[in-house]
């Protein structure tokens, strides 16, 4: 019922920036969270960066400082700016949806994927 759709990726050299996009459609009236996660080569999705609608944001140790997650209610987007960029951060960034009731920083807390947009980060 919700349909997320990223954007944003490409190729940037080390200390760069990217900024993701996230468009959500769809029964969007029952989201409370959205988040970002990423997955590189042979690792396990990892948490990111997530913002509820009341405001409250969340982000990784990893990122903490550099990346900020941000959110256009009239659009229904969220977006990520990647600031700093270092190769570790190479990987498919994945936005998500979640409907409530669980911890913003699980992956297993949200309900509805996107399909992932490659960020890869040159040294």
């Known amino acids: 019922q919700v349909q997320l759709v990223e954007s944003g990726g490409g190729l940037v050299q080390a200390g760069g920036s990217l900024r993701l996009s996230c468009a959500a459609s769809g029964r969007t009236f029952s989201n409370s969270a959205m988040g970002w996660f990423r997955q590189a080569p042979g690792k396990e999705r990892e948490f990111v960066a997530a913002?509820?609608?009341?405001?409250?944001?969340y982000y990784a140790e990893s990122v903490k400082g550099r990346f900020t997650i941000s959110k256009d209610g009239a659009k229904n987007t969220v977006y990520l700016q990647m600031n700093s960029l270092k190769p570790e951060d190479t990987a498919v960034y994945y936005c998500?949806?979640?409907?409530?009731?669980?911890?913003?920083?699980?992956?297993?807390?949200?309900?509805?994927w996107g399909q992932g947009t490659q960020v890869t980060v040159s040294s």
């Open positions: 998500a949806s979640q409907r409530g009731g669980a911890s913003a920083y699980l992956a297993s807390g949200y309900d509805y």
């Open positions: 913002i509820r609608w009341s405001g409250m944001s």
